[in-house]
């Protein structure tokens, strides 16, 4: 979302609350690669046509996306197992931190979490990301095996009592600097469309996001105006390239997903959707996003013809994250729906109590609390 508060009803959210009205929905996108889309056998099966895109920009630090698999998928459903990837094993630890032993590598410093990050990405299977909303739930989810993290604007926006799109780029920044300073995961920002349609505005943005410690960020396509919703690709593009630059500058390689929300709008256009997401890969995306697509079909297409790993939101009618890793998806995450799972616990708890006078919720309570405990103790 934009800088101004979401107001068409029309949106099909990928964020549970990011609209009033709107529907969980969602898909998180992102590959690596040349600035020509070179598919030429997906193309001659009769599936999306490659596009070939003018646009001039900076090259992205990912080269490669994660292969399609043709065997069963690698991923453990475990969810305990995620940070036990087999490769992981084999990724370099950085300069000064040990693994003692374990496929979890410690990392501290932005450049050694942005190295981190991008490796996440070019694993035999998707890197699962949690979205935390707060200090709290991010050290939790920390404790519990992610391998990284990335803010949600719509869970950071019900943490303060909003909607989704009503978080200025200020308090956007600063909760996101609390975030990379609660762990040592790397840590994605939710920028939603940089707070301003100036590129040059993005650009800043961006920048001041680099310099909270991010080892990643995205922007995304959508104007925040219900009269509009979405920029032209031309202008998105040059939005994107301008991130791009920001983010690439200094030697840190901060990883940038560029989104394209047209299935948040209506605009049901897998061929534009693709289009958009290869103009934004020419225009220096390192990941590509594309909120609101759940077929797995229409997702094995995206990952087809975009030279970046693609990473899938997931919501009630995406597939499996063993579906998505056979299709070459390259990283999931779950959006707000922590948050208003959360939320949601809450509001039980209470109907429990308000209308039933029993204490039913405590079960869940101790879980948490125990949870708690483990995480935030000594």
């Known amino acids: 979302m934009g800088t101004a508060r979401c107001n ?3 949106k099909v959210s990928e964020e549970p609350g990011r609209c ?48 399609v698999s043709t065997g069963p998928p690698t991923y453990d459903e475990d969810p305990g197992s995620v940070h036990q990837r087999e490769e992981l094993r084999h990724q370099p630890v950085p300069a000064g931190h040990s693994s003692g032993g374990s496929s ?12 981190r990050f991008l490796a996440l990405h070019r694993g035999a299977a998707p890197l699962v990301m949690a979205n935390p909303w707060d200090v709290g739930s991010a050290v939790l989810l920390a404790s519990l095996g992610f391998e990284a993290l990335a803010t949600t604007s719509s869970g950071f926006a019900a943490s303060l009592g909003r909607l989704d799109g009503s978080v200025t780029a200020d308090e956007a920044l600063d909760h ?40 990643g960020c995205s ?13 032209d690709t031309a202008r998105a593009a040059d939005r994107v390239a301008a991130a791009a630059a920001a983010a690439h500058d200094g030697g840190v390689g901060v990883v940038l997903t560029a989104r394209a929300e047209n299935h948040l709008y209506g605009v049901d256009d897998l ?18 996003y594309a909120p609101g697509l759940s077929r797995l079909e229409d997702i094995r297409r995206l990952v087809e013809n975009v030279d970046r790993p693609v990473n899938v939101l997931a919501r009630p009618r995406v597939p499996t994250v063993g579906s998505l890793a056979a299709a070459g998806v390259s990283r999931i995450s779950v959006g707000g729906a922590f948050a208003f799972a959360a939320l949601g616990a809450v509001v039980e708890a209470s109907r429990q109590l308000l209308a039933e006078g029993t204490y039913g919720f405590f079960d869940q309570a101790a879980t948490g609390s125990s949870a708690a405990r483990a995480a935030f103790g000594p």
Do not use: C, M, W
């Open 219 to 231: 922007i995304e396509d959508a104007t925040g105006r219900a009269d509009a919703p979405l920029y």
């Open 271 to 288: 061929a534009d959707t693709i289009a958009r997401l290869q103009a934004y890969q020419e225009a220096g995306a390192d990941v590509l």
């Open 20 to 67: 009033a009205g709107a529907v969980a929905e969602g898909v998180d996108v992102a590959q690596a690669a040349s600035p020509t889309v070179h598919d030429n056998t997906a193309a001659a099966r009769g599936r999306v046509r490659p596009i070939r895109l003018s646009v001039s920009r900076t090259a992205s630090p990912l080269v490669a996306r994660r292969p």
């Open 176 to 215: 996101v600097r609390a975030i990379v300073d609660a762990t040592d995961l790397p840590v994605s920002s939710d920028l939603e469309n940089g707070f301003s349609d100036d590129p040059a505005a993005v650009a800043a943005t961006v920048a001041r996001a680099v310099e909270a410690g991010v080892a």
């Open 8 to 10: 068409d009803a029309r």
């Open 104 to 115: 979890v590598v410690v990392v501290t410093s932005q450049l050694d979490k942005t190295r």
